[in-house]
């Protein structure tokens, strides 16, 4: 048996851990983290996050997503996702305008809610356009005022 039970100090992160000294081994991880071996072990857990965070905000786009991908946008259930693959099968959405033309229920609010999720249409975010209407009410408000009439 002869197995000794030894703390080993880690200094970059402040903790304390217990290593076994069997045959030793646990030299080699003292040296290991002694030299430099906890950078290393950052740098790994560091890459192997960001490769998890980008798989986990991947844009779905809807002309090529399957039932599942659609389902896994917030704000798409079963029954949006069955509806988008029906008027899909009419043809591809060119874009987010003849997306919201083409599905009932989705409107400009509910657009930028879905691409804000990670739904895209060919790759595009969505992108909200300045309508007439809103447009018509700001051009009479900046007509300058008629001038007074002299009075006689």
Do not use: Y
Request: overall charge positive; proline content about 6%; aromatic content about 8%.
């Amino acid at each position: 048996m002869g197995e000794a039970i030894k703390p080993v100090f880690w200094e970059n992160f402040h903790a304390a851990a217990m290593v076994f000294a069997a045959d030793g081994r646990s030299r080699a991880m003292t040296e290991f983290i002694n030299s430099g071996g906890t950078f290393m072990i950052k740098k790994l857990l560091s890459a192997l996050l960001a490769v998890f965070a980008a798989g986990a905000f991947a844009a779905v786009d809807v002309n090529t997503a399957s039932p599942a991908d659609l389902d896994s946008v917030k704000g798409i259930g079963p029954g949006t996702s069955s509806k988008l693959l029906e008027v899909r099968k009419a043809g591809k959405f060119k874009d987010w305008s003849d997306l919201i033309e083409r599905m009932p229920g989705i409107g400009e609010k509910r657009a930028a809610k879905l691409s804000s999720e990670g739904l895209t249409v060919n790759g595009e975010a969505f992108k909200p356009v300045v309508s007439t209407k809103a447009a018509a009410p700001m051009e009479k408000s900046l007509k300058p005022a008629a001038a007074p009439t002299p009075k006689q």
